[in-house]
Antibody, heavy 116, light 111 residues
Framework: EVQLVESGGGLVQPGGSLRLSCAAS????????MSWVRQAPGKGLEWVAN????????HYVDSVKGRFTISRDNAKNSLYLQMNSLRAEDMAVYYC?????????WGQGTMVTVSS | DIVMTQTPLSLSVTPGQPASISCKSSQSLLHSDGKTYLYWYLQKPGQSPQLLIY???RRFSGVSDRFSGSGSGTDFTLKISRVEAEDVGVYYC????????FGQGTKVEIK
């Protein structure tokens, strides 16, 4: 079964850091681009970042540039999102998704709460 | 940056009746490779988003043929031929030609 499972969410203070993980299974992870998408409480979807197959190319939405870093470990079939200098507006459910231009497979999401 | 604008933002539909959602992009989504990078997703209550339509009109695996997509360039439409209770949720369009951008979402409910 093709599956993505996110982890690492939690409560963090403004200015703090958090690292999200996404474990992939059921497909050849190293062959695909991957994306992170977030959804603030009661709001719509916002694409955050993506990364190519070998990690050599990454792209970010302007609001997270310089603060978030997307990376991957193909040996571990895992995708990561390092989030630094977190702000209240970063509070959201974060989804990882397989990116074939369409985001065709999604995880269940992990909640990030930014609050003092 | 490409802006995606959906209308309406909410829709109340009688079961068995059709529904239509419009999505307009601020730039053409037609790529030089001949493909148009427009997608539709449905997020059912309490669930992750799921892909319905890719490249304007191609139904994703397992998606009911009650769903159809059309359009070109900057104007796109998602149609549900006969709305069923299981279709409730928020529908999003997304462009994939330049990074990724979602529309605001259209909430569909049953009357």
């Amino acid at each position: 079964e093709v599956q993505l499972v996110e982890s690492g969410g939690g409560l963090v203070q403004p200015g703090g850091s958090l690292r999200l993980s996404c474990a992939a299974s059921g497909f050849t992870f190293s062959r695909y681009w991957m994306s992170w998408v977030r959804q603030a409480p009661g709001k719509g979807l916002e694409w955050v970042a993506n990364i190519n197959q070998d990690g050599s190319e990454t792209h970010y939405v302007d609001s997270v540039k310089g603060r978030f870093t997307i990376s991957r470990d193909n040996a571990k079939n895992s995708l990561y999102l390092q989030m630094n200098s977190l702000r209240a507006e970063d509070m959201a459910v974060y989804y990882c998704a397989r990116d074939v231009s369409a985001l065709d497979i999604w995880g269940q999401g992990t909640m990030v709460t930014v609050s003092s | 940056d490409i802006v995606m604008t959906q209308t309406p933002l909410s829709l109340s539909v009688t079961p068995g009746q059709p529904a239509s959602i419009s999505c307009k992009s601020s730039q053409s989504l037609l790529h030089s490779d001949g493909k148009t990078y427009l997608y539709w997703y449905l997020q059912k209550p309490g669930q992750s988003p799921q892909l319905l339509i890719y490249e304007v009109s191609r139904r994703f695996s397992g998606v009911s043929d009650r769903f159809s997509g059309s359009g070109s360039g900057t104007d796109f439409t998602l149609k549900i031929s006969r709305v069923e209770a299981e279709d409730v949720g928020v529908y999003y369009c997304m462009q994939g030609i330049n990074l990724r951008t979602f529309g605001q979402g259209t909430k569909v409910e049953i009357k």
